[in-house]
T-cell receptor
């Protein structure tokens, strides 16, 4: 079993839809949770950063962490074609900055 | 957000040559930098962790003599692919952590290496 599981997709949605991306994990020591967006042949861009459980909102993006269920989510409201990318979840237990990544979910927002 | 610059963005080389990739943190000091490798439609695979002023820590299965990592200053880490072969062709990405910030990493734009 992988430490972090993420559905690779691809996920195709119409413009304006609400997108839900998810990851599950098995390591209860994880405390820091991140979502990165990666366009093709580019480096990942940090979208959301959350410590421990709870919600965090930034514009059209909302990150949720449920440590009791070992489940994290990223919601994208009013999705745009420019949101088409691969979304990677990442997490860490702290100290040393070593991240464990999900495989990434490929998202396509269609006109 | 913080800026991490990676250079070059693309390199094509002949088999047997060595290639150096640079990773710089432009607006912060990075005590730790990471090097990843990514195959098409796959996630990031951590290759090694470099700490300023000390030897890099390599992940299992990564050849130290093939992938030389140097972190000589708080703003620069280099990855040298020595005696490159076609199987080393891949997308290489670096990331850096800001001193004193837990876990929040910023990534370079990546280097596409093609070995002929």
């Amino acid at each position: 079993q992988k430490e972090v599981e993420q559905d690779p997709g691809p996920l195709s949605v119409p413009e304006g839809a609400i997108v839900s991306l998810n990851c599950t994990y098995s390591n209860s020591a994880f405390q820091y949770f991140m979502w990165y967006r990666q366009y093709s042949r580019k480096g990942p861009e940090l979208l959301m950063y959350t410590y421990s459980s709870g919600n965090k909102e930034d514009g059209r993006f909302t990150a949720q962490v449920d440590k009791s269920s070992k489940y994290i989510s990223l919601f994208i409201r009013d999705s745009q074609p420019s949101d088409s990318a691969t979304y990677l979840c990442a997490m860490s237990g702290g100290g040393g900055n070593k991240l464990t990544f999900g495989t990434g979910t490929q998202l396509k927002v269609e006109l | 957000g913080a800026v991490v610059s990676q250079h070059p963005s693309r390199v094509i080389c002949k088999s047997g040559t060595s290639v150096k990739i640079e990773c710089r943190s432009l607006d912060f000091q990075a005590t730790t930098m990471f090097w990843y490798r990514q195959f098409p439609k796959q996630s990031l695979m951590l290759m090694a962790t470099s700490n300023e002023g000390s030897k890099a820590t390599y992940e299992q299965g990564v050849e130290k003599d093939k992938f030389l990592i140097n972190h000589a200053s708080l703003t620069l880490s280099t990855l040298t692919v020595t005696s490159a072969h076609p199987e080393d062709s891949s997308f290489y990405i670096c990331s850096a952590g800001r001193q004193g910030t837990n876990e929040k990493l910023f990534f370079g734009s990546g280097t596409q290496l093609s070995v002929l």
